[in-house]
């Protein structure tokens, strides 16, 4: 079965075609950037290694679909016979609020849930519908599937997902945690648990998605118990531009002593903070952090430490949280690649049975791994995420209920 995940951000779509019956092979991948913007320009790979990079004259995603549809079934890069041999569409949505717990297949009253969205996920949200509408618009007839980053974590209960603030605003304003990353902390819990040779339903994991945008997951049992990310993603530990946890009263100091507006704190918060902010080089790539602080800069140094100790912090409250633990999951850009990191996060933790092997630590690879001592206590692994494959199968999953 033939599947097209697609991914419409603000100015870009992203795509892959997967052939589910083919071991989930991926025939072809790419995106198309600067949507709307000067110097839009397509980069494609597929499967027999044949890659093609160049400026396209598209505007909206709608045409963004057709530049790719019309790719895939090329003679020259092509990868199918014909559009109709797509069987289903796979689309990444970040916010369904409370009202959807799982991927679902997208109908108008769908697409409605995802607009009631919009102000909670403005950044998100609305490139997300119009990627789909852009599907319905040029591959006709074939279905498309949400799978929603907030959905792994309608698991919660109240208990981790009320803030302490008047219910009210629970109630009538939906104003809660509602978690981020979920498909990415389904995906490697699951992985995890099919690596170590245990039913999911018996375990506790938590899940740590440290790339540019990071979140760290409980999961008991298979199921999100508790997440760092709040009503939005600001919420939690540092990250590659935002500023995680912090005071409230902070923002309505900011307010008063620079005069700035809420945008502009939103603004600050979101994009000028985390390890960009606090490392001062112009950069939010932890690379280049660690970089300057291995050349002797001491704020990047002190910058990466408070990232690590953040992560650290909330590893051993959810390891409370979830009444002990099984096996702590490291995964995305940093969480895969920075053997650096993870010793740092877990630095003088071996006598509370976080033993990381050094050497298995150490250790590049892009596969699945276990990097903890073979007696230690709890299990840590490093699982490589892929959210386009797990989108893929949630929407296979869904076709065929
Ligand atoms: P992602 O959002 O998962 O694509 O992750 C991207 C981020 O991962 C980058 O901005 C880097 O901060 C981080 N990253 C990727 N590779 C490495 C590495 N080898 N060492 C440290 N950080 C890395």
């Excluded at 995940?5 to 991926?26: E, H, P, R, W």
């Excluded at 999951?329 to 630095?347: K, W």
């Amino acid at each position: 079965m033939i599947i097209l995940v697609i991914n419409a951000g603000s100015s870009s779509v992203k795509f892959t075609l997967f052939d589910m019956k083919d071991d989930k092979k991926v025939l072809a991948t790419g995106l198309i950037e600067r949507i709307g913007i000067e110097g839009t320009s397509m980069k494609y790979s597929n499967w027999k290694g044949e890659k093609s990079q160049g400026s396209v004259d598209v505007k909206n995603p709608k045409e963004a679909v057709k530049v790719i549809s019309e790719r895939l079934v090329d003679t020259k890069y092509g990868v199918i016979g014909a559009l109709s041999e797509i069987k289903a569409v796979g689309h990444r949505i970040v916010h369904g609020g409370e009202k959807v717990n799982r991927p679902v297949r997208v109908t108008e009253e769908v697409k409605g849930i995802l607009k009631d969205c919009f102000s909670m996920s403005p950044l998100h949200n609305p490139h997300n519908l119009a990627g789909i509408e852009a599907c319905e618009g040029v591959l006709k007839g074939v279905p498309n599937v949400g799978v929603f980053d907030t959905a792994f974590h309608s698991t919660m209960p109240p208990r981790t997902f009320l803030y302490g603030i008047p219910y009210e605003l629970y109630t009538k304003d939906q104003i809660r945690r509602y978690g981020f990353h979920g498909t990415s902390h389904a995906y490697v819990s699951r992985a995890a648990a099919r690596f170590d040779g245990r039913p999911i339903e018996d375990l506790r994991i938590v899940s740590a998605h440290l790339g540019n945008g990071a979140s760290i997951t409980a999961v008991k049992g298979g199921k999100s118990y508790d997440t760092s990310m709040g009503l939005t993603p600001l919420e939690g530990v540092i990250m590659g531009t935002r500023s995680g946890d912090i005071d409230p009263a902070v923002i309505f100091h900011i307010m008063k002593i620079k005069g700035l507006s809420y945008q502009e704190v939103d603004n600050l918060l979101n994009k000028q903070s985390g390890v960009l902010g606090l490392a001062g080089i112009g950069s939010s790539d932890l690379r280049d952090i660690e970089e300057a602080a291995n050349k002797g800069n001491k704020q990047c140094a002190q910058a990466l430490d408070i990232y690590a100790y953040r992560i650290r912090k909330y590893i051993g409250a959810y390891l409370v949280a979830l009444g002990g633990l099984d096996i702590l999951v490291f995964t995305a850009g940093a969480g895969e690649n920075s053997n650096t990191l993870r010793a740092a996060i877990l630095e003088g933790l071996d006598g509370l049975g976080f033993k990381l092997d050094r050497a298995r630590n150490d250790v590049r690879s892009s596969d699945i791994r276990v990097i903890s001592t073979d007696d230690s206590p709890y299990k840590i692994m490093v699982v490589p995420t892929n959210e386009e494959l797990a989108i893929a199968e949630f929407t296979s999953e869904v076709l065929a209920s």
